[in-house]
Nanobody, 129 residues
Framework: QVELVESGGGSVQAGGSLRLSCSAN???????LGWFRQAPGKEREGIAS????????YYLDSVKGRFTISQDNAKNSLYLQMSSLTPEDSAMYYC???????????????????????WGQGTLVNVSS
């Protein structure tokens, strides 16, 4: 069992930055940890993930170069540093943990809602123009 608790959401003006945190309690060593978001009227989408064991990272194209996912293994914490925020980034952001997928190049963290095993309760990010 894994428990995930997010923090750090809030309101920010366009162009600003926010850092989200997720405290992960439980057996996460061999799991992917990720950030998903859901805007009103839209489906939940995966935006960034990290394979806990080796730190490999994966990003949705629309956030590459603006968002950075990281982890602190000693603190069992996951972070999402967001910069150059736009109103389109406004959403509920969720921390997630799930089993990695396997392909011809080996193990990777797919950014897909359907494979998530554990969800946090979410933290709201609002970006005003």
């Amino acid at each position: 069992q894994v428990e995930l608790v997010e923090s750090g959401g809030g309101s920010v003006q366009a162009g600003g930055s926010l850092r989200l945190s997720c405290s992960a309690n439980g057996a996460v060593t061999t799991l992917c940890l990720g950030w998903f978001r859901q805007a009103p009227g839209k489906e939940r989408e995966g935006i960034a993930s990290i394979y806990h064991d080796d730190g490999s990272t994966y990003y949705l194209d629309s956030v590459k170069g603006r968002f950075t996912i990281s982890q602190d293994n000693a603190k069992n914490s996951l972070y999402l540093q967001m910069s150059s925020l736009t109103p389109e980034d406004s959403a509920m952001y969720y921390c997630a943990a799930y089993v990695p997928s396997y392909g011809v190049k080996g193990r990777y963290c797919l950014l897909a809602e359907y494979i998530v095993n554990y969800w946090g309760q979410g933290t709201l990010v609002n970006v005003s123009s």
